[in-house]
C-alpha cells in the first residue's frame, strides 16, 4: 500500500485494512516507525525500536496492529517516563499504567512518549525540560499543550493517533491549535492509575485523533472502572462507533456571557459559521447563562496547585530520579527540587503550597472550593435546558513560540473556555472547526470548537460531534506531511 | 495561700491493625524480613500509583470504634498530611482530619474523641554515629513495615494523673486485644502513647497550655514521664512562669524530660482532602456487624464480676486478660455454691502468686485446673483444712499437679474436727503458758494471740482458727 494512503487513514481505516487483509500490520508499523524516527517537531521524547514496539501489540485485538503515540506522562515498565521534568531524567518504572496496558491489550504497538510541558503545567509544551515541541501548521508557533507532543504527532503525520491527559484543556486546547480531534471524558470514565498526577481530582485520560470515530473507538478501549483507581466507575453501556448525521431535536447552549474579550476575531467567525452548520443540521442554538464560569481560571489556579504541590512533594531525591545533592537531608530536599523542576512547576509549587498553608486555606482553597461548587450548579442548571454546551476550544489560534512565556496570566487565559467545564468534571471534545487567520494577519491555522455535555453522557457527545464533523468536512491534509523531515 | 494545681491529660494513641496487607496497597504484613521486600509501586510511591483502602483494615477500625462506645460515621472521608521526611514516601500520609470513622465514645472514665483510619511511616534507620541522623554515615529506609493500617483514638483530656493513664491505658489495650485486631504490643510499638499535659488551678474548667509528651514504650514510662512533667509544669508555675507549648520526649533511665521542638517549629502538615479515594460509606450491615461481633469487653466483664461479688480489684485483674477470667469462670462452674468473691481471691492472689513464684509460670501452663482449684476452695470454705494449710496444697499442687484430696491425706493436714480433741490441746495451751493466760484474764485481750499461736503450733495448723478462739475464751472465762 502507497505510503500516502497509510498517512492519509484514520485509526478505524488502518484497523479496517489490516483485518481485511489489505496491509500487514508489520508495513503500518515499519511505516509509522519511520515517520516517527524523522519527527521534526519534537514530538516524541523516547521512540520505540520496532522489537519493542511489536511486543506491545497483542494480536487479535479489536484494533490491533494500529500504533499508537503515548504522552510521556503515562508509565510504562521498561520505558523512560519523565513527565518531560529534569527530576524524572532517566527515570524507568517498573510498572505500566492501566490505560496504556489496555490500549496494549486492544493490539495497538507503542510508537513512542510524546513531548509535554512539564507534569502537564502549561498550555504550549514550553514548559518541557527537553525542549519546546513544534505546531505541525506552522513550526514558529506551540501547538498548545500540555498535550502538546501528542497533538503534534497526530497532526504532522508522526502518528495514527495518541493518548493524553486533560486536566484544565490539556487535551483540548492542543487538539483544537492542531486541527485534530481531542476528547476529555467524564472524570472517572477512565482509570488514573499510572498516570503521572498532576491535580488529581481533575486528571482524566484521553484520546487525540484525526477524526471523532477514531475518538469513540479508542474511548471505548479506554474507559471501565479499574480496582487500582477508587475514583475510577467506567462509562455504562460502553461507547460505539458514531452513525448521526442530523442533530434534529437537539439543543446547543452558547454562553455569551464568557464568550468575550480577548478572542480573536477569526476564532469567533469560525464559531459561528460552526453554529450555522448546527442549525442546519436541525439542532437548536439557545443562549444560556454560566453566572459563575467567569471565575473559574482564578478557582482553577488554586485548586490544582494546591494539589499539585502534594502530589509533586514525593519528588525528594530519596528512591528515584534526580538527586542532586546527598550532603545532608535538607540540602538533598532544596538542591534536588531546585535543579530538577522548572519554573512552571515551581511557581505552581508555590502557589499551592500557600493557598494550603494554616490561616489561609479557607480563603484560598476553601473559597475555590466553593466556586467549584457553583460551576458544577452552572452545568447542572444549563443542562436542564440544554442538550450540550458549546465554545471556541481557546481564544487564540496558535500562538508564536515565546509569545506568552513572560506572562503567566495570558498563558493561563488561553484556557478560559475549558477550565470551567474541567471543575465540573463533564466530558468535551474539541473538533476543527475550520482555519481563521491569527491577529495581526499571517496564515490561516486551526480553530477548535468545543462540545461539552453531561457526565457520563459521552456517547451523545460522539454522535453529535460526528454529526457536525461531516458537516464541517475539515481538512487537515496540509500538516499531515509537515511532521517528517 | 497558695493554689492548688492539677494535672489535665489526654491521649493519642496510635493502634498498628493486624491485617494481612497494608493499608493502601496488597504487600503482605511481615515480621523480620529482608528490608524492603514487601513493597510495590504503591508503598514505594512511585509516580502514577494510586492507593486503594484495605476493606479489612476499615472492618476493623469500626470493630475499636464501637467497642470505645463510638457513633460510626455513615460516610468518613480521607485527607493528605503534608511534611518531608524519608520514611514518608509520598511526603504526605494519607490519613482522617476532618471526618474520622468514629466519633464520641467513651471507655471507663474517659471520654472519646474520635477514632481515625490512617497509614504508618516505614522505618529510617541510621548507620554509624551512634544510631542517631546528626554524626551518622548513612541513613537507610525500610519500607516493609511502610503502610501498616493505624487507628489513632484521641481522647478529650479527661485524664488527671500519670497512675490513672497507665491504668485506662491498660483498660484500653486489653479491650482492643480482645477484639483481635491488634497485637497491642508496646515495645513492637504496635500500640503507641503520646500525651498531652497541662495543669490548672483545682477548680478551673480552663485549660492551661500544654506540651505534647511522644511516644513512650511502656505504660510505666508513660506514668513516671507524666508524673516528671506534671511536676514540671507546677514548678514552673509556682516559680511564675508560664508553660511554654512544645514536644517532650522522657528518657525511662535518667528520668529525664527533653525538648524535641517548640511551638515556633510546629509543622504545618498543609491538610488537604484527599482527591485520590472516595469517601468510606460502610454499608449498613457492615455497621451493624462491628456492633454485633463485639466480644464481652474488659469493662463490661468487670461490671458483671462486681455485680456478683467481686471486689473491684480483682475484677478488674480478671477482666484484662481473658484467660484469666475463663479460668475463674471454670472454677466458679466446677465449685458448686462457690463464693465468687473467695473464689476471686484464691486466682488471681494465692494462684496467680504460685505460678510466678514456681517459674513465672504462665497460666497456660499451670498443672492446676479450675476443677481442682474449685475442689480446694471448698475444702477450706467446709473447714476440711484450714486457710493455711490451704496454701501449701496449693503449693503443691503448682509443682506436681496432684490433686488436692491426695495432698490433704499424704501431708496428714485435715482439720481436727474431733472438738474433744481441739478443747483437750486448748487446755494444754493454757496450762502450759499460764503468763499470757493471766494476761488475757485480767483484761489484756490482745494476749490471747500467743495462745492461739501455741495452738496451731500443737496441731501443725490443722485447726479451725475460729474454733480455737472460741475454746480459748470459754476457757479464759470471757
Ligand atoms: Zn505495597
Known sequence: MADMQLLAASGAETAAQIAAGEVSADEVLDFWLSRAANDRLNGYLWKSGPESAREGGAPGGPLSGVPIAIKDIFCTEGVPTTAASRILGGYVPPYTATSVSKTAAAGMPMLGKTNMDEFAMGSSNENSAYGACLNPWDTERVPGGSSGGSAAVVAGGLAPWALGTDTGGSIRQPAGFCGIVGLKPTYGAISRYGMIAFASSLDQCGPLTRNVTDAALLLEVLQGRDEMDTTSVGIEGGIKAPTAERLDGMTFGVPRGLIGEGIEAGVLARFEDTLIRIAELGGEIVDIELPHAGHAISAYYVLAPAEASTNLSRYDGVRYGLRSSDEDLLSMYELTREEGFGPEVKRRIMLGTYALSSGYYDAYYGRAQKVRTRIVEDFDSAFAKVDFVVTPTSPTVAFRLGEKTADPWTMYLSDVFTVPISLAGIPAISIPAGLAEPDGGGPELPVGFQIAAPAFSEQKLIEASHALEQAIGFDGSAALEGGAR | ?478
Not at chain 2, 333 to 348: H, K
Request: proline share 5%; with cysteine; net charge negative.
Open chain 2, 1 to 478: 495561700m497558695s493554689t492548688e494545681y492539677e494535672a489535665v491529660i489526654g491521649l493519642e494513641i496510635h493502634v498498628q491493625l493486624s491485617t494481612r496487607t497494608k493499608m493502601f496497597c496488597g504487600c503482605e504484613l511481615s515480621f523480620g524480613d529482608e528490608p524492603n521486600v514487601h513493597t510495590c509501586p504503591v508503598c514505594l510511591a512511585l509516580p502514577g500509583v494510586l492507593p486503594v483502602p484495605n476493606e479489612k483494615a476499615v472492618q476493623y477500625a469500626l470493630q475499636i470504634g464501637a467497642a470505645l462506645g463510638c457513633e460510626l460515621s455513615p460516610v468518613s472521608t480521607f485527607d493528605r498530611k503534608n511534611y518531608f521526611y524519608p520514611d514518608n514516601p509520598k511526603a504526605y500520609q494519607i490519613t482522617q482530619a476532618t471526618y474520622p470513622f468514629a466519633v464520641n465514645g467513651r471507655l471507663g472514665e474517659v471520654r472519646i474523641h474520635h477514632a481515625h483510619l490512617e497509614e504508618d511511616a516505614a522505618k529510617t534507620i541510621h548507620t554509624g554515629g551512634g544510631g542517631r541522623i546528626s554524626g551518622s554515615d548513612a541513613s537507610e529506609v525500610d519500607f516493609n513495615r511502610g503502610g501498616t493500617p493505624l487507628v489513632e483514638i484521641v481522647t478529650e483530656p479527661d485524664l488527671r494523673s500519670g497512675a490513672q493513664v497507665r491504668e485506662w491505658g491498660q483498660l484500653l489495650r486489653a479491650t482492643i486485644r480482645q477484639l483481635g485486631v491488634s497485637d497491642v504490643n508496646m515495645e513492637e510499638g504496635s500500640l503507641r502513647c503520646d500525651a498531652n499535659i497541662s495543669v490548672r488551678p483545682v477548680g478551673s474548667d480552663e485549660l492551661g497550655t500544654k506540651t505534647e509528651l511522644k511516644n513512650m514504650n511502656s505504660f510505666r514510662f508513660i506514668e513516671r514521664g507524666i508524673e516528671a512533667e506534671v511536676t514540671r509544669q507546677k514548678e514552673v508555675i509556682a516559680a511564675g512562669g508560664e508553660v511554654e507549648q512544645e514536644t517532650l520526649h522522657f528518657d525511662p533511665s535518667t528520668g529525664e524530660l527533653h525538648s524535641l521542638r517548640s511551638k515556633e517549629e510546629a509543622h504545618d502538615y498543609r491538610y488537604l482532602p484527599e482527591p485520590d479515594l472516595v469517601p468510606v460509606v460502610p454499608s449498613p450491615e457492615t455497621l451493624e456487624m462491628a456492633k454485633s461481633s463485639l466480644p464481652e469487653l474488659p469493662a463490661a466483664r468487670a461490671r458483671r464480676y462486681e455485680e456478683i461479688g467481686v471486689s473491684g480489684q480483682a475484677a478488674l485483674l480478671l477482666s484484662f486478660e481473658v484467660e484469666w477470667a475463663e479460668y475463674f469462670e471454670g472454677v466458679l462452674e466446677a465449685g458448686t455454691g462457690i463464693d465468687p468473691r473467695v473464689a476471686a481471691n484464691w486466682v488471681t492472689g494465692e494462684l496467680a502468686a504460685e505460678l510466678r513464684r514456681q517459674d513465672d509460670r504462665p497460666l497456660a501452663e499451670s498443672k492446676v485446673g479450675p476443677a481442682a482449684l474449685a475442689t480446694l476452695i471448698n475444702m477450706v470454705a467446709e473447714k476440711k483444712i484450714s486457710h493455711g494449710s490451704g496454701k501449701s496444697v496449693l503449693e503443691e499442687m503448682v509443682s506436681s499437679g496432684a490433686e488436692p484430696e491426695s495432698v490433704v491425706a499424704e501431708q496428714g493436714l485435715e482439720q481436727i474436727s474431733d472438738s474433744g480433741e481441739l478443747e483437750r490441746i486448748v487446755i494444754q495451751a493454757i496450762e502450759d503458758n499460764p503468763k499470757p493466760a493471766e494476761q488475757v484474764r485480767s483484761g489484756n485481750e490482745k494476749a490471747i494471740g500467743a495462745l492461739v499461736g501455741a495452738v496451731m503450733k500443737a496441731t501443725q495448723g490443722r485447726a479451725d482458727g475460729g474454733e480455737v478462739n472460741r475454746l480459748l475464751r470459754q476457757h479464759l472465762g470471757l
